[in-house]
């Protein structure tokens, strides 16, 4: 895949593709650019057809530490209708819905501060590794906003559920890796140093999968998931957090 990303570190070794995210010194926050540049990878990997697997990581000390908090005010200041954050909130939907639904095989590897929207992005992935060091947080009630990122909720209702959500949606707690492995978060739990070995556990035996196999047993899965869901909400994302934010810039200015 070749091409310059402003906010991306992409390289490929034979069938797997690593994405990490490259915004060190944001700690990796989402932001437009960021969702730009994951849906150009993204929206060419089913014509890639030699790449099986897509590692997602993130450079410096943090996998990803959330939304782009700077973003948000300059776009309400830019567009006080909400119209720009709308379009920001389903450019999130729609990486989300990539990450999920493309027929690579989708691994994130976490290490560090792992955040809000940096959260959403790992759960979307079909397999999560992270360090033991990790730690996690779905900060967004503290932040007087709701958890509308994406798609998130539904899909943490899906993998975690419901009881557990709600204890950390609500308290806004940090928690660990191990925690996050017992909520099913993630899937492994190994020391940073070992992190890129428990990765390569999985994609070799990956890459030798019959990709007709691969391909239906994603769309299985996907397809008997959505099932258990009559209607999805999250499609409302973006004009729940555009409106949550528009009423508290409106509120500190009265």
């Known amino acids: 895949m070749t091409h310059d990303f402003k906010t991306l570190l992409v390289s490929q070794d034979g069938p797997v593709l690593t994405v990490r995210l490259n915004v060190p010194e944001t700690g990796n926050a989402v932001s437009g650019a960021v969702l730009d540049d994951l849906l150009t990878v993204l929206g060419a990997l089913d014509d890639e057809t030699g790449i099986r697997v897509l590692v997602l990581s993130g450079a410096g000390d943090d996998f990803c530490l959330g939304g782009d908090r700077a973003e948000f005010p300059a776009l309400l200041a830019e567009d006080p209708r909400g119209l720009a954050l709308r379009a920001l909130g ?13 027929e690579v095989v989708t691994i994130a590897r976490l290490h560090g501060g792992v955040v809000g929207a940096g959260v959403g992005l790992a759960l979307f992935c079909d397999l999560r590794a992270g360090a033991d060091t990790c730690r996690f947080r ?15 909720m539904p899909r943490l209702l899906h993998e975690v559920g419901a009881a557990k959500v709600r204890e950390l949606v609500l308290t806004a707690d940090n928690f660990d890796a191990e925690t996050a492995r017992e909520l099913s978060i993630l899937h492994k739990v190994v020391p940073e140093d070992e992190l890129d070995a428990a990765i390569a556990r999985w994609t070799k035996p990956l890459v030798r999968r019959s990709p007709s196999a691969l391909r239906t047993a994603k769309l299985m899965m996907n397809a008997y998931g959505s099932a258990n869901r009559l209607a999805d909400a999250s499609l409302f994302d973006a004009e729940l957090l ?11 200015r009265g």
């Open 138 to 152: 779905l900060p967004e009630l503290g932040l007087g906003v709701p958890p509308a990122w994406g798609g998130i």
């Open 242 to 252: 555009s409106s949550a934010l528009s009423a508290a810039r409106y509120a500190r």
């Open 90 to 102: 389903n450019k999130a939907r729609r990486v989300c819905d990539a990450l999920a639904t493309t």
